[in-house]
T-cell receptor, first 113, second 114 residues
């Protein structure tokens, strides 16, 4: 069936370096994507979103890239800090306004001091 | 705003017992979602409400699960009778739009059914 998946379940990055978290989605009809961050013992926290009519969107230290040709989404975190250590999820919506988010399996990012 | 508030934070119960999880969404938000998170299945949408009305409950695993939203500031998720396989973290989330973009999640309820 349709699903959202991640290439790498774990990622370790040296503090100060940039990190890239990848996500593959299989539903070509998906038109809205969100990245969430989940710290231990907490609920997921919204980071950044992007609609399918865009291929790049930037936030504070984060950039999301969308490649619809290969159905690939990535989250770039610049100048990583210890507080960036968390599990990162991509999520998708088929038909914006549909209200049903499908979450990927998550990637655990560990920042090495 | 205090964010989405869930209670209890932790619940340990015995198989067969009734469990009620509670959620207070962010004031002014008109959509409320219940998710379940496990290692095996990740984050699964159980049910969501829009303006206190259940819109989609297709994710509710069995008739043992039920959810209500009697008013805009309160929702419950009930499991009766509970089973060990119901053990998970249950999250409530709310949004201020008709769609589910920018969900704000609570801290979750860690449920353990023995």
């Amino acid at each position: 069936g349709e699903s959202v998946g991640l290439h790498l379940p774990t990622l370790s990055v040296q503090e100060g370096d940039n990190s890239i978290i990848n996500c593959a989605y299989s539903n070509s009809a998906s038109d809205y994507f969100i990245w969430y961050k989940q710290e231990s013992g907490k609920g997921p926290q919204f980071i950044i979103d992007i609609r399918s009519n865009m291929d790049k969107r930037q936030g504070q230290r984060v950039t999301v890239l969308l490649n619809k040709t290969v159905k690939h989404l990535s989250l770039q975190i610049a100048a990583t800090q210890p507080g960036d250590s968390a599990v990162y999820f991509c999520a998708e919506i088929v038909n914006f306004g549909n209200e049903k988010l499908t979450f990927g399996t998550g990637t655990r990012l560990t920042i090495i001091p | 705003d205090a964010g989405v508030i869930q209670s209890p934070r932790h619940e340990v119960t015995e198989m067969g017992q009734e469990v009620t999880l509670r959620c207070k969404p962010i004031s002014g938000h008109n959509s409320l979602f219940w998710y379940r998170q496990t290692m095996m299945r990740g984050l699964e949408l159980l049910i969501y409400f829009n303006n206190n009305v259940p819109i989609d409950d297709s994710g509710m695993p069995e008739d043992r699960f039920s959810a209500k939203m009697p008013n805009a500031s309160f929702s419950t998720l009930k499991i009766q009778p509970s089973e060990p396989r119901d053990s998970a973290v249950y999250f409530c989330a709310s949004s201020d739009r008709g769609g589910s973009e920018k969900l704000f999640f609570g801290s979750g309820t860690q449920l353990s059914v023995l």
